[in-house]
């Protein structure tokens, strides 16, 4: 059954039109990678979903149709979302950030052990100041943040840009460990060879709409979209 359903989906920036009908679906425990180049629409995609942009068209999430709806009563529905900014709390420490994140009153998946298992460097931080981390260590915090108030999907935005290789390895591990616990992803990233490798789906987007689905093995195969889509 597919946890997230977005059908003829149509976002606006003012009177910009970005998304045209965009149809995209997300499985529980899958890992689905939303492809293409910079400014095609994949940002937008997600925030729309989160409720950030003006949209026509539906999105349903466990059956129910989420769209007009708040971006914090969609969080409690139980989707997270990672945005590419990080948008971490500088002055706070990465244990008060990753407290923030937690939703009172429901017993969650994570505890704040489990943060600091998958990314032993935030232990290491947890009594620093958000502000003063590396870009890597930011972005670790900001999947754990989300990961504390237990999404049932999260969508994460670019994970991987401008980090170093081992720490894009770690991301790519952090998402394998989200799905072996269940939860589904919908991953917008550019490094091609990540998404291929941990996905059970992609999508590539091209204008506003989306261009190719299938398996990471049927883009392989496809030379013509890759060249025509994605290679730069």
Known sequence: MALLEIKDLHAFYGKSHVLHGVDLNVGEGE????????GV?????VKATIGQVEVK???????????????FEIAHRGLGYVPENREIFPTLTVEQNLLLGEKKGKKSRWS????????PRLKERQHTAAGVLSGGEQQMLTLCRTLMGDPDLIMIDEPTEGLAPKI???VAQYLNELKNRGISVLLVEQKLAIALEISQRVYVMGHGSIVFEGTPQDLRANAAIRKEWLEV
């Open 31 to 38: 890992i689905v990678s939303l492809l293409g180049r910079n």
């Open 41 to 45: 629409g994949r940002s937008t995609t």
């Open 112 to 119: 704040m052990a489990d943060m600091y298992q998958m990314f």
């Open 57 to 71: 068209g539906s999105i349903r999430f466990k059956g129910q149709e989420i769209t007009g709806l708040k971006s």
């Open 168 to 170: 894009v390895e770690q």
